[in-house]
């Protein structure tokens, strides 16, 4: 096998009616001059040509634009391994893959497939979630764990029917999304079209300083208690850290909640290390590396954000404050 350059993963997700296929439609039909590959599930609203699917348990079709449709009745481990053999083989080209979960599907596991096997580790990574949200109908679906969970995991959201709320239904909704996940920034998506920029690299699982969106989280109004059961808890110090005791406090945490944690990415000011300390992760999965120097005179603040099922706020507060050197 050839040894290339790993293909950018972008996850789409959302709920039922939020217009993931009319996105992927756009993305499919436009002549963007990019090579991007379309895993598309069968349960999907409304199939991108619904007349092209057959009883295979992958379909493959490569459209006029130089896109790649592929549309899967089976599990997605096995359609991108066969996506791989394709494009070794010649027969297919892509350079980008876009996968779309089905509307009441949990992000996790398919985050997961490109951290856990190998080989698609070497060839494929994972560059963002990004999650569509139905501005007329967000209240109604958000009654359901999942749908705000697809939130938590986001990198980004997308917000379409925009034009069928008021202002004030729109700051409401914009506000609980930053309650939920304070990392992703909010974007309209205008009957699928946006910029390809705000889809394709995102880089939402880089080891690299940027906490999404930017070093400066979204602020929230922090009126009332939350009726969600997924929320986000950023935490700041000036103090430096001690990293045996940030070891000890991250390994407790995750034996104890690590299912519970959907996502969390930290920039950590170590003691006696001038460089920037970054980890991220996704339930039990994670990584760290050593990014930049601080400059002189630079504020050294320490910034982690957590964003976790039933997070358990208390806990992290005090086990964070012990880690402090």
């Known amino acids: 096998m050839t040894v290339s350059t790993p293909i950018p993963v972008t996850v789409l997700s959302g ?5 993931k296929t009319t996105l992927l439609r756009h993305l499919l039909k436009t002549e963007h001059g990019l090579k991007i590959a379309v895993i598309e599930n069968e349960f999907s609203d409304a199939g991108i040509d619904t007349q092209l699917l057959g009883s295979e348990p992958v379909q493959v079709m490569t459209l006029s634009n130089g896109c790649v449709c592929c549309t899967i009745h089976t599990d997605l481990t096995k359609a991108l391994f066969l996506l791989l053999e394709r494009l070794d083989s010649g027969e297919i080209a892509f350079d980008r893959l876009v996968i779309e979960c089905t509307g009441l599907a949990d992000p ?18 994972l560059d963002g979630i990004i999650t569509l949200v139905d501005a007329a109908h967000a209240e109604q679906h958000l009654t359901q ?33 930053t309650r939920i996940n304070r990392r992703a920034p909010i974007r309209i998506v205008e009957h699928g079209k946006i910029d390809l920029a705000e889809l394709l690299d995102v880089r939402g699982f880089n080891l690299n300083a940027d906490l999404g969106g930017s070093m400066n989280l979204r602020p929230v109004s922090l009126g009332g208690t939350s009726i969600d059961r997924i929320s ?32 969390y990415k930290g920039v950590l000011n170590i003691a006696n290390e001038p460089r920037r300390m970054v980890f991220q992760g996704v339930l039990k999965l994670y990584g760290f590396d050593w990014d930049t120097e601080w400059a002189e005179g ?21 086990g964070f404050a012990k880690v402090e050197s």
Do not use: C, W
Request: zero cysteines; aromatic letters at 8%; charged letters at 35%.
């Open 298 to 318: 630079e504020k050294r603040e320490s910034v982690i954000v957590f964003i976790a099922d039933d997070l358990p706020e208390e806990k992290i507060r005090v």
């Open 15 to 19: 709920f039922l009616g939020a217009g």
């Open 108 to 125: 996790a596991p398919v985050a997961q497939t490109f951290f856990i096997d190998e080989e698609l580790r070497e060839r494929y990574i």
């Open 145 to 177: 764990t999942i749908a705000q969970a697809q939130i938590g995991f986001a990198d980004r959201l997308l917000v379409s029917k925009r034009d069928l709320v008021d202002d004030a239904a729109f700051e409401a909704l914009s506000q609980r999304l």
């Open 232 to 263: 986000s808890l950023v935490l700041r110090t000036e103090k430096p850290l001690d990293i045996d005791k940030l070891s000890e406090f991250m390994n407790e945490l995750l034996e104890d909640h690590g299912k519970q944690l959907l996502r």
